[in-house]
């Protein structure tokens, strides 16, 4: 069988990846549209080596008939278009916070919860924040078996976590430093070139940031509601790649090889950790790659059963773009995508 798809963002940069992806994936897609605002309805994007389609304007377009929608247009377009589309009989598939933490709405990684995809009874089924992915993507198979009690995260979050417009500012701002120019910070709070931010997303009550929240209430819904999440959430000088430095606290005894041979096993991991120089892995290095790389396995002596590691990530693909579309697959797998004739 295939499917109708929309991709609603597509201008933008996790929507062209969305694109990009159905194309390398080889979903078996029988047609592709591509949704934008009105602004920039008319323009082209890519799909694949050689279908350039056109952007259509996501104010008018009528789901009726269409069997997926892979949406990353900005929380506040999500809240309105979503439930249209799935009133339509589109099931949706949001990149955006607006329907994570809603209860009838399942928040899923394919690799870590699956079995949640059986709950969308709205027709919306929420992707995690970017962040949270590469993080429960690596402490899935280790909770399994050992069984996390705590875990604290120091996140180094790339600029494209911000969209196209951070990208641009950590361009212009670079540029700028090398030629002696003043540098303005018009999307982040403070300069970002040559400099990190520990502010990500707005300032709650309790000190912490939203996206330092997320990272917590996010990781419960998805692995284990009883696991303590504390989370430092820094954006840094980096254009695309999330790095995070995890330390976990486990019920049972770990060790390392335990661990390492435990994070081997499981998908959607690769482990690279050797112990010299240059033997971890990189934002540079995980850039258009699927996997969540692992490395700088370490015990973690101040607690009783403790791990440390490193965990990078190519934001754009598994923490955005590729987790949507192994959602999509994951619902033709298990059957429970409403199915039309190819």
């Known amino acids: ?10 201008t933008g940069a996790v929507g062209r990846e969305m694109l990009k992806t159905l194309f390398e994936r080889n979903f078996p897609v029988k047609e592709v549209v591509a949704l934008a605002s009105a602004r920039t309805a008319g323009t082209k994007v890519s799909f694949g080596d050689k279908d350039v389609l056109t952007v259509r304007n996501l104010d008018t377009f009528d789901f009726t008939g269409w069997d997926i929608g892979l949406f990353s247009p900005g929380a506040s377009v999500s809240a309105v278009h979503a439930p249209r589309a799935a009133e339509a009989g589109c099931i949706v598939i949001d990149n955006t916070s607006y329907f994570r933490m809603e209860p009838d709405v399942p928040l899923v ?3 870590v919860n699956p079995q949640a995809l059986s709950k969308a009874r709205r027709g919306i089924i929420a992707n995690p924040n ?38 641009d500012e950590l361009f212009v701002q670079s540029k700028a430093g090398f030629v002696n120019d003043p540098i303005k910070a018009e999307v982040f709070t403070k300069q970002i070139a040559y400099n990190c931010i520990p502010h ?11 996206e330092e929240w997320k990272m917590s209430v996010e990781t419960k819904k998805i692995l284990d509601p009883d696991i303590k999440v504390f989370a ?15 330390n976990v ?28 120089d240059g033997g971890y892995i990189t934002p540079v290095e995980c850039q258009g790659e699927d996997a969540t790389f692992v490395s700088r396995l370490r015990k973690d002596p101040t607690v009783e059963h403790g791990l440390a590691f490193w965990c990078v990530s190519d934001n754009l693909r598994k923490g955005a773009a590729l987790n949507a579309v192994q959602i999509a697959e994951t619902l033709v797998a298990q059957g429970l995508l409403a199915k039309r004739a190819a």
């Open 249 to 276: 606290e486990f019920e049972r005894p770990v060790s390392v090889a335990e661990a390492r041979a435990v994070l081997r096993d499981a998908p959607g991991i690769t482990v690279f950790d050797q112990r010299e």
């Open 130 to 167: 970017c962040s949270t992915i590469q993080m429960v993507v690596a402490l899935k198979p280790l909770h399994d078996r050992f069984k996390i009690k705590r875990v604290v995260v120091a996140t180094y979050q790339s600029v494209s976590g911000a969209g196209k417009e951070g990208m």
């Open 1 to 10: 069988m295939s499917y109708r798809v929309a991709v609603v963002g597509a």
């Open 109 to 111: 990684v394919p690799e």
């Open 232 to 246: 430092t959430c820094v954006r840094v000088p980096v254009f695309i790649g999330h790095s995070e430095a995890v």
């Open 200 to 210: 990500i997303d707005k300032f709650m009550e309790d000190g912490a940031t939203k």
